[in-house]
Nanobody, 125 residues
Framework: QVQLVESGGGLVQAGGSLRLSCAAS????????MGWFRQAPGKEREFVAA????????YYRDSVKGRFTISRDNAKNTLFLQMSSLKPEDKAVYYC??????????????????WGQGTQVTVSS
């Protein structure tokens, strides 16, 4: 049984930083797409960052480029999202996702197979 468990969310002031973690269990994902998505109240879930495979292509939402960095620790089967220079508009529940199929591009949200439960990120102005 595959599980993705996010952690690291919290309350931070604008300009601050947080690092989200997503610990995967049940299978390894080093060769498969993993990504971060977020959902703000009243809005649809949206793409934030993704990595096609460990060491492979990486993609970012335009509004987070230069501020967020996605990375993996294969030994720990964990995905990270380092978030810096946070803005109030980054406030959302952040979700980790993983795919069971290899894909070299930026996998669409609805193609991911596994999802975590989410972690809240709140940025105060």
């Amino acid at each position: 049984q595959v599980q993705l468990v996010e952690s690291g969310g919290g309350l931070v002031q604008a300009g601050g930083s947080l690092r989200l973690s997503c610990a995967a269990s049940g299978r390894t994902f080093s060769s498969y797409p993993m990504g971060w998505f977020r959902q703000a109240p009243g809005k649809e879930r949206e793409f934030v960052a993704a990595n096609a495979w460990s060491g492979g292509n990486t993609y970012y939402r335009d509004s987070v480029k230069g501020r967020f960095t996605i990375s993996r620790d294969n030994a720990k089967n964990t995905l990270f999202l380092q978030m810096s220079s946070l803005k109030p508009e980054d406030k959302a529940v952040y979700y980790c996702a993983a795919s069971a199929r290899r894909y070299s591009g930026n996998l669409p949200l609805d193609e991911y197979d596994y999802w975590g439960q989410g972690t809240q990120v709140t940025v105060s102005s």
